[in-house]
């Protein structure tokens, strides 16, 4: 059974950084396409970013450019560098594991920031 663990949330002021991480256990990240996702109060939850075990990668456009995925295959874990955040950045964001029949989100974390 895969489980994810996710961490790095935090308030932050508008320009600065965050490292968001995943880490997957019971199920190897360089098998599974790894995507970070958000969810904004009342709205729904949306793609960010993924990666595939190919390496392939793409982002929603609000984040190209600012946000970077990135898989440490030792670590088994993913990444989510957030740069130059918005306030409009401010959600829940969840990791999600997508192998086969495993369709596995994350407890999510929460990234707020400040104007």
């Known amino acids: 059974q895969v489980s994810l663990m996710e961490s790095g949330g935090g308030l932050v002021q508008a320009g600065e950084s965050l490292r968001l991480s995943c880490a997957a256990v019971?199920?190897?990240?360089?098998?599974?396409?790894m995507g970070w996702y958000r969810q904004a109060p009342g709205k729904q939850r949306d793609l960010v970013a993924r990666?595939?075990?190919?390496?392939?990668?793409d982002y929603d456009e609000s984040v190209k450019g600012r946000f970077t995925i990135s898989r440490d295959n030792d670590e088994n874990t993913v990444y989510l560098q957030m740069n130059s955040l918005k306030p409009e950045d401010t959600a829940v964001y969840y990791c999600?594991?997508?192998?086969?029949?495993?369709?596995?989100w994350g407890q999510g974390t929460q990234v707020t920031v400040s104007s």
């Open positions: 999600n594991y997508g192998f086969g029949e495993y369709n596995v």
């Open positions: 019971g199920g190897r990240v360089t098998v599974a396409t």
């Open positions: 990666i595939t075990r190919d390496s392939s990668t």
